[in-house]
């Protein structure tokens, strides 16, 4: 199970940091995405982490604004977003394939359900 936190209504400019607690799997085995849709979109990846944290990639868009990060000890994954705009406006949700980090939405089996983030201009 995936429970992502963190989401809400900010001006441009502001940051925010979501998370996502997973539990009922061997987290540290995980790699770990954040992918976000925003209404009458597909849903596009963010970013995502290695199950060691040691490798991560960002979507260009968010590329120097946003920051994935990890906590094993907690089983916990990171979104620390930074300088958001109002394109950034979306539903994000977190997921979770095993060790091999991954861009892809369907190659992600769980989800979580996602939080809201509205970004005012």
């Known amino acids: 199970q995936l429970a992502e936190s963190g989401g809400g209504l900010v001006q441009a400019g502001d940051s925010l940091r979501l998370s996502c607690a997973a539990s009922?799997?061997?987290?540290?085995?995980?790699?770990m995405g954040w992918f976000r849709q925003a209404p009458g979109k597909e849903r596009e990846f963010v970013a995502a982490?290695?199950?060691?944290?040691?490798?991560?990639s960002h979507a260009a868009s968010v590329k120097g604004r946003f920051a994935i990060s990890r906590d094993n000890a907690k089983n916990t994954v990171y979104l620390q977003m930074n300088s958001l705009k109002p394109e950034d406006t979306a539903v994000y949700y977190c997921?979770?394939?095993?060790?091999?980090?991954?861009?892809?939405?369907?190659?992600?089996?769980?989800w979580g359900q996602g939080t809201q983030v509205t970004v005012s201009s």
């Open positions: 982490i290695s199950w060691s944290g040691g490798s991560t």
């Open positions: 009922g799997l061997t987290f540290s085995s995980f790699a």
């Open positions: 997921a979770a394939r095993y060790q091999i980090l991954s861009t892809t939405p369907r190659e992600y089996p769980y």
